[in-house]
């Protein structure tokens, strides 16, 4: 069985509204285990080619070429 959630999505909706408001960018949203919200502003970070540094993004396109080509 599922525990409840302990944030909403219009928590943290509500939250980035605010910092945009401020006029400030987001860099990335982080929820804790306990529920907090924290909007860390700034730039989105990019990798070393102006993609996204997720190493997953190099993965998962990598299997999808794979099974294209199948």
Same mark, same amino acid.
């Given at each position: ?17 605010? !910092?945009?408001?401020?006029?400030? /960018?987001?860099?990335?949203? #982080? ?6 919200? =924290?909007? !860390?502003?700034?730039?989105?970070? /990019?990798?070393?080619?102006? #993609? ?6 190099? =993965? ?11």
């Amino acid at each position: 069985m599922r525990r409840p959630s302990i944030f909403k999505k219009t928590d943290v909706t509500r939250a980035t509204r605010a !910092v945009l408001a401020a006029g400030l /960018e987001i860099a990335r949203v #982080e929820v804790g285990k306990d529920g907090s919200i =924290v909007v !860390v502003p700034g730039k989105p970070s /990019e990798g070393s080619h102006g #993609e996204a540094s997720n190493p997953w993004d190099e =993965v998962l396109t990598y299997a999808a070429d794979e099974k294209r080509t199948a």
